[in-house]
């Protein structure tokens, strides 16, 4: 059985940081690209991250590309994404994500909220 468990988020001031991070059991982590997701209120779920197996590729959208960095332990099935110069538009329930096969599975979410 699929599981991500995602931590890390928290209230931080503008210009801050965080780290997140997702455990995940039940499948073969080290051979799947993993991602983290967001979603703000009022908005549609977006991609913020995804990271490739062994960790040589990963992809950013424009909005948080140089301030977020995803990375990955294989050897303890986790992911990380590591968010720098945090602006109250990052404010959002941040996923981690597997695309596995024709399924997809989804942590809980863990709340980061970005204000002064």
């Known amino acids: 059985q699929v599981q991500l468990v995602e931590s890390g988020g928290g209230l931080v001031q503008p210009g801050g940081s965080l780290r997140l991070s997702c455990v995940a059991s039940?499948?073969?982590?080290?051979?799947?690209?993993m991602g983290w997701y967001r979603q703000a209120p009022g908005k549609q779920r977006e991609m913020v991250a995804t990271?490739?197996?062994?960790?040589?590729?990963?992809n950013y959208p424009d909005s948080v590309k140089g301030r977020f960095t995803i990375s990955r332990d294989n050897a303890k099935n986790t992911v990380y994404l590591q968010m720098n110069s945090l602006k109250p538009e990052d404010t959002a329930v941040y996923y981690c994500?597997?695309?596995?096969?024709?399924?997809?599975?989804w942590g809980q979410g863990t709340q980061v909220t970005v204000s002064s």
């Open positions: 039940g499948f073969n982590f080290r051979l799947n690209v």
């Open positions: 994500n597997l695309h596995l096969g024709a399924n997809e599975y």
């Open positions: 990271i490739s197996p062994y960790g040589t590729t990963t």
